[in-house]
Each structure stands twice: as structure tokens, then as C-alpha cells.
């Protein structure tokens, strides 16, 4: 597959030993005007598996991932997910989605495309090492210097007109629109950190549970959120342009149906989207 010429990185927390995602900013020319092309590459290990081979008959068996504090059974064998998680290095199968936007962040969506490629992933950006540093005005501001700092910005200010857009159309669906960011500071954490330590004690075999709280919706929550609800949404425009079938989770109207997965496109009321295929 062709090799893309992109700077993509990761966003997880430091627990993360499967990169499922990583986003991209390259800047375009346009005379007097700079535009970004955004990518947002989704990790492929579904590119090497047919129907009934011997890793479709493990993931099968499987069926998904298992977490619990501490450990994971992963859906694939550690060999695949070696070879497949959008680690720092590479280049990785991934299937991306491309997008381009203005120099005021507002998403052109007439320039959608998807493809399948090799992705070099420039770093993993790990949330303990920076979500201190990323604010808005760190953003701005010239004097701070932390990794990826433009490209964060750029993200984040397109994020924000892609969660602009998907409120008007909850609020038209009826619905009550959602606030950006953290609404309440003091508001007990909505995330959990679970970590296996070994304990400081004369059983070598002893370890304690350490439960690290944290808010979320912060700016970088925030960027990977809007950015992931935007490739499935355009996943899914892409699939109902061409007359595919897919995996589109849906929600319209009331009562025992609302909310549904089938394989045919529909609209998604309560996140404001008109399609919404599970693609990442």
C-alpha cells in the first residue's frame, strides 16, 4: 500500500498498549489562505483476515476485548496487535479518513475521502505527560513549546465548530444541548485509573491496586471525541454514498427501538449526526 505523507500522532494514557487511532495536520497553500487537511487513521488489523482463516476463528471466539484493573484479554493474539497498533515508528496498515478545513477551523466536507495506506506514527502522546500543558491559551500562545502544539490547536479549533454543529441538530431533534468541556470542576471524576503495583513489602508476590481519579472533558478529550465522532459520521456518508452495508448505530424517536445498530444507514438524534457507522 502507498506510504502517507502525514506527521501522525496518538492520544492515550499511559495504560493504552493498543493504539487503535491517530490523528494528522498538514497544512495547505491556497494563495493568500491556509487550510489544514485533517487525518484521522484507524489502526487495520481487519485488512489481513478473511472469512474463516485462523484469525477470524480466534476473534470469533473471542469476541471482544476483555478489561479489568490490570490486565486485559485482548480480541487478537499479541503477535497481531504487534504488528498492527499505530505505535510510535512504523509504518502501520491503517484506513484513513481525510478532511480539509479553513484557516477558521470550519470543516469542507465536499473534499471527504478514505483510504486504505501505511501510516508512520510520529509519537504517542500519553495524557499524564501533556494534558497539563494544553489549554487555550497554551495554544495561542508562541512562548509555551510542548510536542504537537500547532497541530493541537488546529484540532482544537475545528473540534469546536464540530461540536457546535452537532448541538444545533440536537436542539432541533428536541434534545437539550450538551456544554464543551468540564461543566463543573468540582464535580466527582467521571474517569478511573486502575494500576497494579508491586507493594514495598517483604512478600515479593504483594501488590496494591493504586485508583487514580480524573475529569474528563478536557481540551484533549475533547479533540480525540469530536474527531473520532466525525470519521465514523463520515464513515458513514462514505458507505451510504456508495449503497454499502455497515455497521450504523442509529437513534430516532421514542420508546423500546430508539436506539438500534443495523446495517442500513440512519440518523443519529442524540449525537447530531446524520450518519453514524461504528468504524473506529
Known sequence: MPIAQVNAFSIDNASTTEIDDALSVTELSNGDETGYRIGIHIAAPGLVITKDDALDQVARNRMSTVYFPGDKITMLPDSVIERFSLDEGGPRPALSIYVDIDADGNVQRESLQMRAELVSIAANLRLENIEHLVS????????????????????WRAAKHLHAGRQK????????????????????????????????????????????????????DTIVAEWMIFCDSASGQLLAEYGLPGLFRTQKGWGPLRTRMQTTPGPHEGLGLNYYAWCT
Open 136 to 155: 487555550e491559551e497554551s495554544l495561542a500562545s508562541v512562548d509555551m513549546h510542548y510536542p504537537f502544539q500547532k497541530e493541537l490547536a488546529v484540532l
Open 169 to 220: 441538530k440536537r436542539v432541533a431533534n428536541g434534545l437539550r444541548g450538551e456544554q464543551l468541556g468540564v461543566s463543573d470542576p468540582n464535580a466527582l471524576a467521571r474517569d478511573f485509573y486502575f494500576q497494579i503495583q508491586e507493594a514495598n513489602q517483604q512478600d515479593s508476590k504483594a501488590q496494591r491496586v493504586e485508583i487514580v481519579p480524573r475529569q474528563r472533558g478536557s481540551i484533549l
